[in-house]
């Protein structure tokens, strides 16, 4: 399951998230345009599985199972592993592995499986 500032969206399997602009792209595809969902495009993630690609949003980001790079000026809470670097204002919450990098200007908390 998908869900953007809390209401859901049906995507099968999630391979990439980008927001540009006003603009949700999923997959490489438009999905919508963030103004029906958020008046000033914040958009927080979230997604009970694991992204196979990288997240670049402006929001908070969880996912309950495992991505690739994240890129946001949210706060960032992985239950899984992440398979490349996290770049955030905010702060991160990781329970699994993180190969790559961390560089956030928040509190990190790394807590291993």
Do not use: A, Q
């Amino acid at each position: 399951m998908f869900k953007i500032n809390g209401k859901s969206i049906n995507v099968n399997k999630v391979n990439g998230i980008t927001v540009r602009g006003s603009n949700l792209m999923i997959n490489g595809n438009k999905i919508i345009n963030l103004g029906d969902y958020s008046s000033d495009y914040i958009v927080n993630i979230e997604v009970e599985g694991n992204v196979d690609g990288n997240i670049d949003t402006n929001g908070d980001v969880t996912i309950k199972g495992n991505c690739e790079n994240i890129d946001t000026t949210g706060n960032v809470d992985v239950g899984g592993d992440v398979n490349g670097d996290i770049d955030t204002t905010g702060n991160i919450n990781c329970y699994g592995d993180i190969n790559g990098d961390i560089d956030s200007t928040g509190n990190v908390n790394l807590r291993r499986k």
